[in-house]
């Protein structure tokens, strides 16, 4: 025997997907429209993927992180949050600190702890050194001008200004180049 589906079921399934997907938008918006912004430098990386578009992968100073240098927390394992307080030093923001919970009345960024490694001759925690993934990585371009930006990025003429969340969550919203805007995320 068939069972035939109510016409509310489909509409109720309908309105919980378009409520979803409009939250997802509305959040985007907000957060490019209302985050706190800060600018970071951007250094050279070797792309390992051109399948999936024309994107420029980006790495920053605070993508490797030595505990034994900077302040705070110096315990992290794999897979670990990691919020990294920043300061500003004149127009770009650079780490100063590592804390495993969001510090107060500072500005921090949250990572994720995607490496860790430890000299041979030293097995203490500030001894380590952290690989740290911030939901900067990838910024997608028009289609053909990928590979014009990887030049301009390996020569360290790239920088991002990101915004950031209350709780320290990172959002790319515009690719500089030379300190000029080339890419503006849409708040849509």
Same mark, same amino acid.
């Given at each position: 025997m068939i069972r035939k589906i109510p016409l509310w079921g489909f509409a !109720?399934?309908?309105?919980?997907? !378009?409520?979803?997907? =409009?939250?997802? /938008?509305?959040? &985007?918006?907000?957060?490019?429209?209302?985050?706190?912004?800060? +600018?970071?430098?951007? $250094?050279?990386?070797?792309? +390992?993927?051109?399948? +999936?578009?024309?994107?420029? $992968? /980006?790495?920053?100073?605070? @993508?490797? /992180?030595?505990?034994?240098?900077?302040? =705070?927390?110096?315990?992290?394992?794999? =897979?670990?949050?990691?919020?990294?307080?920043?300061a500003q030093h004149g127009e770009t923001w650079e780490p100063v600190a590592?804390?495993?919970? %969001?510090?107060?009345? !500072?500005? @921090? $960024?949250?990572?994720?702890?995607?490496?860790?490694?430890?000299?041979?001759?030293?097995?203490?925690?500030?001894?380590?050194?952290? @690989?740290?993934?911030?939901?900067?990585?990838?910024?997608?371009?028009?289609?053909?001008?990928? &590979?014009?930006?990887?030049?301009?990025?390996?020569?360290?003429?790239?920088? $991002?200004?990101?915004?950031?969340?209350? @709780? =320290? &969550? !990172?959002?790319?919203?515009?690719? +500089?180049?030379?300190?000029?805007? %080339?890419?503006?995320?849409?708040? /849509?």
């Amino acid at each position: 025997m068939i069972r035939k589906i109510p016409l509310w079921g489909f509409a !109720a399934a309908f309105a919980v997907q !378009a409520g979803l997907l =409009g939250y997802m /938008l509305v959040a &985007r918006a907000s957060l490019l429209a209302n985050g706190a912004e800060i +600018r970071l430098p951007v $250094i050279p990386v070797d792309p +390992r993927d051109f399948l +999936r578009g024309d994107y420029v $992968i /980006l790495s920053y100073p605070m @993508s490797t /992180l030595k505990p034994a240098d900077l302040a =705070g927390d110096d315990d992290f394992g794999w =897979g670990d949050p990691v919020y990294v307080e920043l300061a500003q030093h004149g127009e770009t923001w650079e780490p100063v600190a590592l804390h495993r919970a %969001k510090p107060e009345n !500072a500005t @921090s $960024i949250l990572g994720t702890v995607t490496n860790l490694s430890r000299p041979a001759n030293c097995a203490e925690p500030a001894c380590a050194i952290l @690989s740290a993934d911030y939901n900067l990585e990838k910024f997608f371009v028009p289609e053909g001008e990928g &590979r014009a930006l990887e030049t301009l990025r390996n020569d360290q003429r790239v920088e $991002i200004d990101a915004v950031l969340s209350e @709780s =320290g &969550r !990172a959002m790319l919203k515009r690719l +500089r180049v030379d300190g000029e805007i %080339k890419y503006e995320e849409s708040l /849509l």
